[in-house]
């Protein structure tokens, strides 16, 4: 079940919260107008687009939106339920068969690729099989996550490029016009925006939403190959108490203590 990760928009905002108190302490609220220009906007929330816009395809960058609302939402996995949920299946299997399975999977499996894995079993299928079709889809999944992280990745490296840009042309401005000394002062900071803004676009949203996207990828990834290993220790018959020491030895030995006192509720980046 996703639900909303409170992390990041907080993350986000006190990242801006800081920018604009270093701001206010050195030079009064007065200056916080002087760092709101919209031609620096322009420049690097222009570029970045225009960059993708060549980097990328129209079918990718339609998924800028879904991929960006990941962001936003956390995935808990709760493996003490996945570890019972798979000693369950195996003892019924046991007991009753393979096929005694399928009947149990619409009412006690909400997982679509447990459900997959168990049918696949169900319908007698090599355990060499199977492994290969999970993990197909595993790997079709990172695939999938990696193309879409790309693009935060990718304007992470265009933004900080853009930002210079808009300095040199503000710089080459400032440069054609030197009779006024007074001036250059004030022209050298507008010139210095850009910058800042390519610089705060990178290491605030774009690579830190990239980076947190792999880490949710790495984390799925990992419970899948749990999952998978549950599925083929069920097809092969494997005891429901040796199945289920083999699946703890996917978790941690500093988390085994809450594992054995059996405390749900274990998040996604805490795996």
């Known amino acids: 079940m996703k639900k909303l990760d409170l992390f990041t928009p907080i993350g986000l ?15 009064g609220i007065d200056a916080v107008s002087l760092f709101m220009q919209l031609a620096s906007v322009f420049i690097v929330f222009g570029g970045v687009s225009a960059a993708l816009l060549v980097n990328f395809s129209a079918r990718d960058l339609k998924k800028f939106p ?40 619409d009412g006690d499996v909400e ?37 879409g992280r790309r693009i935060f990745e990718r304007a992470g490296e265009f933004a900080p490029a853009w930002g ?10 400032m440069l054609n016009d030197l009779e006024d000394p007074t001036t250059l ?26 980076s947190k996207l792999e880490n949710k990828t790495e984390t799925e990834v990992f419970v899948n190959q749990i999952m998978i290993e549950g599925i083929i220790g069920i097809q092969s018959g494997q005891n429901p108490h040796i199945l289920e020491e083999k699946l703890r030895a996917f978790i941690r030995e500093e988390r085994k203590p809450e594992y054995d006192v059996r405390e749900s ?6 795996v």
């Open 185 to 210: 002062g004030p022209a050298m900071a507008l010139a210095m925006l850009t910058t800042l803004y390519g610089a705060v676009l990178t290491n605030l949203f774009f690579n830190p939403i990239a």
């Open 111 to 147: 997982d679509p690729f447990i459900r997959k894995g168990v049918r696949l079993a169900v319908d007698g299928i090599e355990p060499e099989m199977i492994q290969d079709i999970l993990m197909a889809e595993v790997v079709s999944m990172e695939e999938r996550h990696r193309r």
């Open 265 to 270: 509720g274990v998040l996604a980046h805490e």
């Open 66 to 105: 879904m991929i960006l609302k990941e962001a936003f939402r956390h995935r808990e996995y709760d493996l003490q339920e996945l570890n019972e949920t798979f000693v369950m299946l195996a003892k019924k299997a046991r007991k009753e068969g393979l096929l005694a399975l399928e009947s149990q999977l």
């Open 13 to 27: 905002i006190l990242g801006l919260v800081v920018v604009g108190l270093a701001i206010y302490f050195n030079a």
């Open 164 to 173: 210079m840009v808009g300095t040199i042309v503000a710089l080459v401005i």
